[in-house]
């Protein structure tokens, strides 16, 4: 069953010029067109280079943001749609954790203020006994001590702001989280620490997660689902580990083949797929498929001209790629040299 379906998602930015007339020369197309599902009580994890609209994407399905069409169900009603007071309602059962754990905290408020306050802003929690009582309680769920409730932000250590950044989205009892990018600023050796945490409260709470990440290892270990976006649209979506075993994207596959193997000797034997040219402004896309400027793989039929819609390749795996089997088939070899100079490997993209 599935608490969240965004159908055809698009979150448009307008570009003005013009210092006396203020008029819409453009837009950037942030999200374009981006369709998935999350189950109830499962993780979709969400993939891509930097600027690819993954944070713009759950930032509108969350209304931090307007979209600009399509749809957001949410447990069968389009929250794109709802205001004043209905979608007040319905963010208690929706909320976030932040990328960077300091920014998002008030450094002039204690963690039992910046706790209470949600509680205060949407009536629940009862009064102030209860509601100290579920703040303790928070606390000691999320791995901090009692006596936290009383100290400011910077008084505590990156991984430990993002705990409190995870007790504040957890103290209204929301039925989704979206993470984005909840582990990318703290340090290596504390990463692990959260991402289990997360899967703690998933287990006790029933929570659905929809993570947003640019790393890799840490969405094949917490996701079910796999979804990689490329310049504002959804390129492949499969199982996790169908997904990292036979990835069928161009991209995808070159997402893969960044990520770093834990075994010296199959790391410096296996090939490196290295993208050519830069990302293109989401401003002026490409047309056809968005991908084609840097696929190594590209025809000049189709691809330059007809933009590739999601289908089904395997069972519950789905790729956005006019050529995907033939690829697959190794009846399409790549058409550029991966010895380009000009070429980037995709982990010296900017993150």
């Known amino acids: 069953m599935s608490l969240l379906e965004v159908r055809d998602l698009e979150v448009h930015f307008p ?32 993939v891509g280079e930097s600027g690819c609209g993954k944070s713009t994407l759950g930032r509108g399905i969350l209304r931090l943001v307007d979209p600009t069409g399509g749809s957001v169900l949410f447990d069968g009603v389009d929250v794109a749609t709802l205001q004043g007071e209905e979608l007040r309602r319905f963010r208690r059962r ?5 990328q960077d754990p300091m920014s998002s905290l008030d450094p002039r408020q204690n963690v039992e203020s910046i706790l209470t306050e949600p509680m205060q802003a949407h009536g629940a929690g009862g009064k102030a006994p209860e509601r100290a009582k579920r703040i303790r309680e928070l606390l000691t769920l999320v791995g901090l001590p009692a006596n936290a409730a009383s100290r400011y932000p910077h008084e505590f250590s990156g991984g430990q702001r993002q705990r409190i950044g995870i007790a504040r989205a957890i103290v209204l009892n929301p039925e989704l989280i979206i993470a984005d990018e909840p582990v990318s600023a703290l340090d290596v050796s504390i990463q ?3 991402i289990n945490l997360l899967e703690e409260l998933q287990e006790s709470l029933g ?6 990440a640019h790393d890799l290892a840490v969405v094949r270990h917490i996701s079910d689902t796999i979804g990689v976006m490329y310049l504002g649209t959804l390129v492949e979506q499969a199982p996790a580990d ?6 069928l994207h ?9 990520v770093p193997i834990p075994d ?16 293109p402004s989401p401003a002026n896309p490409p047309d056809g498929c968005r991908f084609h400027t840097r696929c190594p793989f590209r025809q000049p039929t189709r691809c330059h001209d007809e933009r590739p819609g999601l289908r089904v390749l395997k069972s519950d795996h789905v790729v956005a790629c006019h050529w995907a089997e033939q690829i697959e088939a190794g009846t399409i070899t790549p058409t550029s040299s991966v010895s380009d100079p000009n070429a980037l490997a995709l982990d010296d993209q900017p993150a």
């Open 264 to 279: 010296p000797v199959v790391e410096d034997r296996r090939e490196r797929i290295l993208i050519p040219g830069d990302l």
């Open 192 to 194: 692990a620490q959260v």
């Open 207 to 212: 929570l659905t997660y929809l993570v947003i």
């Open 94 to 98: 929706m909320q976030m954790v932040f």
């Open 15 to 46: 570009i003005r010029a013009g210092l006396v007339v203020d008029r819409v020369v453009g837009h950037v197309q942030a999200v374009d067109g981006v369709s998935l599902d999350v189950e109830k009580g499962t993780t979709y994890g969400l």
């Open 250 to 258: 161009p991209y995808t596959k070159a997402l893969m083949s960044a």
């Open 242 to 247: 169908a997904l990292y075993l036979k990835p």
